[in-house]
């Protein structure tokens, strides 16, 4: 099946401390990739070296259009293992969105169900409508549990695709993926495809969760890469059409 994928929304800038573009570089790359929406989400605190609060506080001064691509800011932010986000909440109610994730840097494994329990604790703020690579082992998770929350919370779902290049360090992330995407058709939950670029050269790269989608027979529908409109409207930005 031939997907098109429009916009790519979890990427990272020399912000987050371990990434190698700038904003325009990177939106610069999206252009090139003829999307058209793109959106960075440096890493939040809790990351060794990433950027501090103010950072995150003061995205308006972005411009919205960059190489003629629409800009949408967002922020990566971590699970705390006392179910909490690790970002204070001036600071969320001033993204566009929020991805919430795992990190070992600042998680420590605590078993199947209380992994599922911390992260389904941050979904449930409404400005979180993400959650990162939910695809390693390492941490595992209860995907059951996990769909059905995001269900039930309004949060998409993602397919990681630069975890798909990595199954070395990446724990079982094929075969949770396969569990995952099954359980999203069969509840009705999105999924959003994203790169997770630390580099403009990866920008738009969606080659292997694209084959990903094709092997389960993944529903179109459910993927909100499928148009700037799907995406705004998951988010409720309308206003940025």
């Not at 609060?53 to 990566?76: A, D, S, W």
Request: contains cysteine; charged residues 20%.
């Amino acid at each position: 099946m031939e997907r098109e994928f429009v916009l790519d929304i979890h990427t990272h800038t020399i912000a987050s401390g371990h990434a190698y573009g700038t904003i325009r570089e990177m939106a610069q790359a999206a252009a090139e990739q003829h999307l058209q929406m793109y959106g960075f989400s440096d890493h939040g605190p809790g990351i060794p070296g990433t950027a501090d609060f103010m950072y995150f506080g003061n995205q308006k001064v972005i411009p919205r259009t960059l190489y003629g691509v629409k800009i949408v800011h967002g922020c990566e932010m971590n699970v705390a293992n006392d179910g909490t986000i690790m970002m204070p909440e001036v600071v969320i109610q001033r993204l566009d969105y929020g991805i919430v994730g795992i990190h070992s840097f600042c998680y420590k494994d605590a078993g199947k169900e209380k992994n599922t329990e911390n992260l389904i604790s941050c979904m449930k703020h409404p400005n979180v409508f993400f959650v990162s690579h939910p695809d390693d082992d390492h941490t595992p998770l209860d995907y059951e549990k996990l769909v059905l929350a995001a269900k039930e919370y309004h949060v998409a779902l993602e397919v990681n695709n630069s975890s798909l290049h990595k199954p070395e360090s990446r724990w079982n992330c094929v075969e949770n993926y396969h569990t995952m995407l099954k359980l999203c058709m069969e509840h009705r939950v999105p999924v959003i495809v994203n790169s997770d670029a630390h580099d403009p050269s990866a920008v738009g790269d969606f080659e292997l969760a694209a084959n990903l989608l094709d092997e389960v027979g993944f529903d179109q529908e459910l993927v909100l890469n499928r148009s700037v409109e799907a995406f705004l409207q998951f988010i409720h930005r309308e206003d940025l059409l």
